[in-house]
């Protein structure tokens, strides 16, 4: 057992606490069971999902040093729990940590802005961690098998990492990203078997939806098409914005290909939390759009 108990701010982010409501129940779950204390930050704002550089870079980095400053008040690594959060706020973080040494009079603007709104400054002294790499990393993946009630045997879970989880930030310690397996590793710790495919650590298509939907869709299916063929029971993602696109619009992908998918699509969470005792209900799985029953009843959960 940890000889210490994980304390993290909690950055929620904003999918997760809207269309993707069952992310932030799962993961709060999730972290009682494993006696990991969240502290939620409520005054954090949206991290701009990389949206706010095309007009300006300063804009990115003022409101994200701003959600930094946050965890910083209280001493604590920021969690998040979106791929999508974790590259942005992470490649800001690690961007003004550098300008503090090489561009001092940048950092200097930066807070310029946080102390007009009232806001404490960026120091650049704690870390941005997603909920995957907090959990291979900090809780540790042996511990995750010392704390599974229900092991996931023959359940085939394909991963499906995206993109900015892996390469939105110049440095990785924590995995490889291009060939990553700390999913992988998490899914043999909790009983379940990896699938791999090609499309895991590629694009899910989100930033295209707005204005080439179809494009998008496309590139959506192929990644389903190949977990099907693969053998996949589930997808398993640690990004509600991949999740919208192969969960909640594979109704409107299988149009555009022309095929019958239906592959259930799990958020990281949901699957782990399974696994050390959460009953389905309190993890949301009735409010995915593609019915998530098959993966129950291949593990004999009752819903």
């Known amino acids: 057992m940890l000889s210490r108990t994980l304390k993290y701010a ?42 706010f550089k095309e007009d300006s870079q300063l804009l990115e980095d003022t409101v ?34 550098e300008y503090q040494k090489t561009q001092p009079e940048y950092l200097g603007r930066v807070n310029n802005f946080l102390e007009k709104e009232g806001c404490l400054p960026y120091r650049g002294k704690t870390q941005v961690k997603h909920l995957l790499y907090a959990l291979v990393t900090d809780f540790g993946v042996e511990e995750i098998v010392q704390r599974v009630t229900r092991k996931l045997t023959g359940l085939k879970c394909a991963a499906f990492y995206g993109c900015y989880l ?17 999913m992988e590793n998490v ?11 090609r499309g895991r650590t590629q694009c899910c298509g989100w930033p295209l939806s707005s204005y080439a939907a179809k494009e998008s869709f496309q590139m959506a299916g192929k990644h389903i098409q190949e977990a099907l063929e693969a053998g996949a029971d589930c997808l ?18 299988e149009k555009v290909i022309g095929e019958k998918l239906g592959l259930p699509v799990l958020h990281f969470p949901q699957l782990v939390a399974l696994a050390v005792g959460v009953s389905p209900k309190e993890l949301g799985l009735s409010r995915h759009v593609v019915d998530t029953k098959p993966v129950l009843e291949k593990l004999g959960i009752k819903d």
Request: glycine share 8%; net charge negative; with cysteine.
């Open 166 to 182: 892996l390469r939105a930030q110049k440095s990785m310690t924590n995995d490889d990203p291009f060939h990553p397996e700390a």
């Open 10 to 51: 909690y950055y929620p982010g904003c999918v997760a606490q809207g269309a993707c409501g069952e992310l932030h129940q799962s993961t709060v779950a999730l972290c009682r069971v494993l006696g990991i204390e969240l502290f939620e930050l409520k005054k954090a704002a949206c991290c701009g999902s990389g949206t």
């Open 236 to 253: 398993v993602t640690p990004c509600p914005l991949c999740h919208l696109n192969l969960d909640s619009r594979q109704p409107e992908v």
């Open 64 to 97: 994200n040093a701003r959600n930094i400053a946050l965890a910083e008040e209280l001493n604590l690594p920021l969690l998040t729990h979106c791929s999508t959060c974790q590259g942005v706020i992470g490649n800001v973080d690690e961007r003004l940590k």
């Open 187 to 197: 899914f043999r710790a909790v009983g379940s078997t990896p699938i791999y495919y």
